[in-house]
């Protein structure tokens, strides 16, 4: 699977998918004049700041500044390298990718295909223990014990490490796999003892494997079945698996969370088997690990309704409370389920059945506010009249958050009804607790400036920063037109060369001359396809995505680079009036000299600029030309 990909195939894969077709898979979007706008699914947002463009098959992202075409969007989305992309587009679409000799370049990437053999291999010889040797009995008695059918311990390819140090290692061996690269995809380990000695991580446990958004083998989970070491253990961070990155059973649970547009989060593996054995296909699961931004994220993209169902004790209130907030930054609308006192979601479908399940745990889920203050009440002994009083500021506290007026009107008359209060105490209460947040916010504010009072103030940066911003400015909108135009490239090349100022612009510019003398067209995203490096392809990407005229003046060209070459004037006469000022009533005589020094290099500034229309005509000859 390694070597190259043709470039005639990626621009064959390019050609075929249209970006707004494979972006709204993952993104909810609006038409917004030419482009389609929606939240970004790579960082947090409340406003739409991801915007889709059909005319320039780019996406880019002004909150975060993530950007790209098609393969780019699949390997951020579906966290990919390029040639995993370009194979997973190429899948789609039925166009065929021939196989060519690694390059050097490649190796890693065959590293990481050859520990996906070997996760996979080791899957199949885990479950074929489980299922079929003696090995496996004491194995096959606890998958019984929990109720699990055969045809779903085949489904999810559950299985059974022996308790034997070297029976995974020997076996794999055997057939090609060597230590190093073992130790690498976490299924085995070593210690020093004079010469490294490598052993099977997994002894003796039930065995759950781990897939990626493909549904390839990238860990494993895995359940003892006797009392040597942890209850659970899953495999170390690899540079496939990385726990909070991913999600137990999303793979399979994908398509029905779409399509019924909610989804359920277990925190346990053996949750979500039940569930989805009983019917219940929506379940995903974390790894071990409370739940991570990058998971909320990974939820967003694929369902706006999340029920959280965690176990009923303090640990897993604690932490269902924590996922309910990551979630609800990310947009979701959240329930949190309330699970009976000692039972967890496997216990109760085991012991009443799935159907029970949905309309007794399901459907009685809480809403993200009811939840919150539900949890507080465990807190505080609201027989107390203390106590009382301060769960009440704190549900107060929760309520005013609420981004909705009506939403606050509607928990501030339960809260007065549940307590025997007047409302318009509660209002009150409300309006000093956010005249107390607003002084708080004021302190806070006061304090950074005492933190920061060294610190130039805005009105100064803003002055000493002039120069840069406005040769910064013409630079970025310069590159913005070269994307665009062959002519301005070759105009600018023989005028300004790679006299740029700001590092991310000099470097788009050099990567521009070279595209367009290797006789490419102005595309801009086979022109970002080219760019070697993440950063310049999110710039790239935000200039393609702005707004420009088609047609440019001749004149407006000509101001772009006189900002940029009188940038080093600019500045040293920045320099020099600092020191004017700061020598006037000291030295006199200096600060005179100075003054005249100054003089002198404004008058350069003018005869640049006088100097300037007559470049014009160069411009007007490469436009005849190209």
Known sequence: MGGRIPEEIVEQIRAHFDIL???????????SGRNYLGLCPFHSEKTPSFSVSPEKQLYYCFGCGTGGDTIKFIMEIEQMTFAEAVRHLADQAGIQVPESEPSFSDQKEDERQQMRNALDLAAKLYHYVLTSTEFGKRARRYVQERRILPETVKE???????????????????????????????LIASRETGSKRYFDRFRDRVM??????QGRVIGFGGRLIGDMGPKYL??????????????????????????????????????????????????IATLGTALTEEQARLIKRNTDTVIICYDADQAGQSAALKALDL??????????????????????????????????????????????????KKVYNLQDEDQRMKYLTEAIDVITDLPLAIEQ??????LAEEFRLSLDALKEEQRKWKIRKKREAKRD????????????????????????????????MLVAHMMRDQAITKWVKNVLGADFHTEVYAALAAYLYAYYDQGNPADAGRFISTLPDPSLVAKASELA???????????????????????????????????????????PVKAAQLSAEILQLKRKVHVRKRNSRKKGFLYCLMRMVL
Not at 208 to 213: A, E, G, V
Not at 409 to 414: A, E, N, S, V
Not at 455 to 473: C, N, T
Request: proline share 4%; net charge neutral.
């Open 156 to 186: 999810f390819q559950i299985g059974y490490a022996p308790d034997s140090y070297e029976f995974l290692l020997s076996f794999m061996k055997k057939r090609g796999f060597d230590e190093e690269l073992l130790e690498k995809a976490g």
């Open 545 to 587: 995505m702005i707004e420009v005229p088609d047609e440019i003046s001749e004149k407006a060209l000509k101001e772009y680079v006189r900002h940029i070459r009188n940038f080093a004037v600019l500045k040293e006469i920045e320099e020099k009036e600092k020191l004017v000022r700061k020598l006037s009533v000291q030295d």
């Open 327 to 376: 979630l609800k930054n990310q947009g979701c609308t959240v329930k949190v389920a309330q699970m009976p006192a000692g039972l967890d979601p496997d216990d109760y479908i085991r012991r009443y059945g799935g159907e029970a399940f949905k309309e007794e745990i399901l459907a009685g889920a809480l809403p993200y506010t009811s939840f919150k203050l539900e949890s507080l």
């Open 21 to 31: 077709d494979v972006v709204q898979r993952y993104v909810h979007l609006k038409k």
């Open 445 to 476: 504010q006061e304090q950074v400036k005492r933190n920061h009072g060294n610190l130039e103030s805005d009105k100064q940066m803003s002055r000493r920063s002039g120069p840069y911003s406005v040769a910064e400015k013409s630079e970025m």
């Open 234 to 283: 899953n495999s170390p961070e690899t540079s496939l698996f990385h726990k909070g990155h991913h999600l137990f059973n999303l793979h399979r649970a994908r398509s029905p969370i779409r399509k019924e547009q909610q989804a359920i989060l277990f925190e346990g593996t053996i949750d979500v088997i039940a569930a989805w054995q009983a019917g219940i296909q929506t379940v």
């Open 208 to 213: 759950f494997p781990i897939h990626d958004s």
């Open 409 to 414: 009107d509607h928990y501030l008359r339960r």
